[in-house]
Structure formats: C-alpha cells, structure tokens
C-alpha cells in the first residue's frame, strides 16, 4: 500500500471506512477477475463435454470424430498435420471446436463469464455479511477491523486467491460502525462487478490463463507414442503407461512412408499383417530383421506389442485411394508393384468408409 493511502485512512476519520471500503475492492479486482477467467475456463470445458458427442467419450471415441472431421474437409494438409503431430493436431481440433461454439455471435462466452461473475460476486458479499455478523458480537475485542478481516479472507480463501497478508496496511484501522462498514462494501462491490460486466463484453480467448481448451484436452490425454511402422498412435490412456505400446488399428506403411527396400514403391501391406508373414524390414542401422522377430530391432520397435491381425480399416483404404498422387509427392514415391492399389479400395466410397468408423 502507497503512503499517500495509508495517510488518507489514518487522518480521515468518517471517511475512513469509504476509503479503506475502497482499499479493499482495488485488493478484490485482480483476484475477483483471475477467478472469474478460472471458473469460467473449467464451466467451458465442462459445456463442450456436455454438449458435444466429440467429448462425451474416450479418446478413442474422440479419434472418430477426428477422422470424419478430416475426411469431410478432404484437405491433405490436414491430414498431414494428423499424421506427423497426431497430439498437437488433437489439440487443435479441440481448440477450433471450443471457439466456433463460445466465439460465434452468440456472446456465449460474455454469457458463461458473467455468470461466474455473479456467482463470486455472491460469494464476496456473503463473505462481508458473515465477518460482520461475526464482528459485531464481538464486542470486548478492540481489534475488530483485524478481525473482520481475518474472518473475511477465511470465508473467501475457497472462492477466490486473496492473502490476508496484502491487507496488512489497513488491519488497525479504527473503524467502529461495522454495518456502515458493510454497506460501503456492498455499493464498491456492486460497482466493482458493474465494471467488470462491461470488461467481460469485449472479452476473448487470449485473456484466459488457463485456456479452457486446455482444460478439456487433458480429458484425453494418455500415450501419444506412434508405431515405427504405420505411425498409428498408441491408444493407452495413460502416459508413461507400464508394458508395451499397441494399438488395434494398424495403417498401410505407405500413409507413413514405408517402401518396399531397393525400390521407390509404397507399402500398402499393415504391421499386423507383416508380423504373421516371412517378411523382412530395414532398420535405420540397414539391418534386415523378419517382422516376426521385429522386437529383435531394438527400441523403438521393441516397445510394441503388435498382434497378427490382417483386418484393415476401410478408412485407410479410402484414404490412400483419396491422396494417391498427394502421399506420392509428399515421399516422393510411387504406389505401384508390390505397392499398387488394389481396384477394391478405389471402389470404396467415403461414405462406406466413415460408415465402418463409426460401428468401431
């Protein structure tokens, strides 16, 4: 507290309560503000959940709503980002969902924060009638400005982040008339929220510490690991998880680069697939290890568990009919030989695709 303000209460007698009134409000604003961004960033998340079938499952469930977001854009560099930075595209496509709901038109989100506002609003005015209520019996003690406001910040220290200790400057105030104190309280505050209300207007995203999306991604957080093979993410929801990474889905090794050795053709064959075959693949050190014994390569290979399985998505194989000639000038490789496209998968609609999706 400045000397001007702590001279101003001390030598203003009536008008003390007004300005230690107003001492306290200016101590309440950037708190009351943080809190109001807080509570409103976990509400968002907590509507989106509740809203949207996107978030009302796993992150499996979520990876469905993913694909057919991409699928429905049909833009390659989408899918690019999907399949080199699967987390940061997750985190992204959360994002975009939680703008185009809270920042279309509708002042959803000057809505969502003036709601929290009145809340904590309430919450402030109800600490100020305990701590006079609780004040006024208290007749004997001399202390009571002290005392009002210990009881103060205890019935607050739930709602909102204010040290007793910043209000050190103005505990030994002589205030006697605690009900007049109370009602200055109430009109500064009643001021104090007015403002805010007209700040929360204009509000954005960029004025949330903790942004709400944030919150929500942390819902489907887990193991972010991709395949060596088919760069296919591991669907444990824990990070760090005990035993090995695996997934039930594997994808054409083509959709991640993969080529047939001494040529530039494009695998279509899956890793589940190629573990139950005498096949054999190069590691980085040039080594020909058979995908039965792929775990005999090392890590990363050997932190996964991949099950024979020779079902493939219908998905993927739209996919790479889709893209054909956009995966062959991103590796600068070819879908023919042993990597060409059987007629089967040309003749797969997206919407057969999308279809099959969503029995899984």
Not at 37 to 60: L, S, V, W
Not at 140 to 166: A, G, M, Q, T, Y
Not at 231 to 251: M, P
């Amino acid at each position: 507290m400045n000397f001007f303000q702590c001279f101003q209460i001390s030598c203003q007698g009536a008008t003390s309560i007004t300005t230690f009134a107003v001492f306290l409000c200016d101590k309440i604003e950037p708190a009351l503000r943080r809190a109001v961004y807080e509570r409103t960033a976990k509400a968002i998340a907590e509507d989106m959940q509740g809203k949207f079938p996107d978030f009302q499952g796993n992150r499996a469930n979520l990876e469905v709503f993913i694909l057919r977001y991409l699928a429905e854009e049909e833009n390659f560099e989408y899918f690019k980002q999907y399949l080199k930075f699967p987390k940061e595209f997750f985190q992204s496509y959360i994002e975009r969902r939680v703008k185009n709901h809270f920042l279309d038109g509708s002042r959803r989100l000057e809505k969502f924060l003036v709601s929290s506002l009145d809340l904590l609003h309430g919450n402030i005015q109800s600490a100020v009638s305990l701590s006079t209520r609780i004040t006024k019996d208290r007749k004997e003690r001399e202390d009571k400005v002290s005392l009002w406001l210990d009881e103060f910040c205890r019935e607050l220290s739930e709602v909102i982040s204010l040290p007793r200790s910043d209000l050190k400057g103005i505990e030994h105030q002589e205030v006697t008339d605690i009900e007049f104190l109370s009602s200055v309280m109430a009109d500064n505050l009643g001021d104090l929220r007015d403002r805010l209300q007209k700040e929360f207007a204009d509000a954005d995203m960029s004025l949330f510490s903790t942004q709400p999306h944030t919150i929500l991604a942390e819902h489907f957080s887990g193991c972010w690991e991709q395949c060596p093979f088919c760069g296919a993410v591991c669907t444990n929801t824990i990070q760090g998880h005990d035993g090995d990474h695996q997934l039930v889905f594997h994808r054409p090794q083509g959709v991640n680069g993969w080529k047939w050795h001494q040529t530039d053709h494009l695998a279509i064959d899956i890793c589940s697939s190629d573990v139950a075959s005498n096949c054999k693949f190069r590691t980085g050190d040039n080594i020909t290890i058979p995908y039965k014994r792929y775990r005999d390569a090392g890590p990363p290979y050997s932190t996964w568990n991949i099950l024979p399985d020779p079902s493939m998505q219908a998905y993927w194989k739209w996919f790479v009919s889709h893209f054909q000639t956009k995966l062959e000038a991103l590796y600068n490789r070819k879908f023919q030989g042993r990597g060409e496209i059987p007629e089967a998968w040309r003749r797969i609609t997206k919407q057969e695709a999308l279809s099959e999706l969503d029995k899984h």
